[in-house]
């Protein structure tokens, strides 16, 4: 996995795809999908630094139409 820049996070599943929440929970409902080796920027980490809250994609061909909350240890941080 490459090292992202600071302030962004790069989805790390071994190939399977990440549920995007409306909140940071797993009793939050799931609003999209992100998928192993995008970037994304990190907007806000929940309080127990669990969760990362990350923005829409963009293009047409997306899962993610809205952003949402995602589980931090799936992301490589970058420093």
């Known amino acids: 996995v490459p090292t992202p820049q600071s302030g962004f ?3 790390n599943t071994d190939g ?11 009793d939050d409902p799931i ?4 998928y192993d080796g995008e970037s994304y920027q990190i907007l806000e980490t929940s309080a127990d630094g669990l ?3 990350i923005p829409a994609s963009t293009g047409d061909n997306t899962d993610n139409t809205e952003g949402g909350w995602v589980a931090a240890e799936f992301l490589t ?3």
């Open 9 to 11: 996070g790069i989805v």
């Open 16 to 26: 399977v795809r990440l549920r995007v929440r409306s909140g940071p929970s797993t």
């Open 31 to 34: 609003v999209g999908y992100i």
């Open 51 to 53: 969760w990362v809250r």
């Open 77 to 79: 941080i970058g420093e």
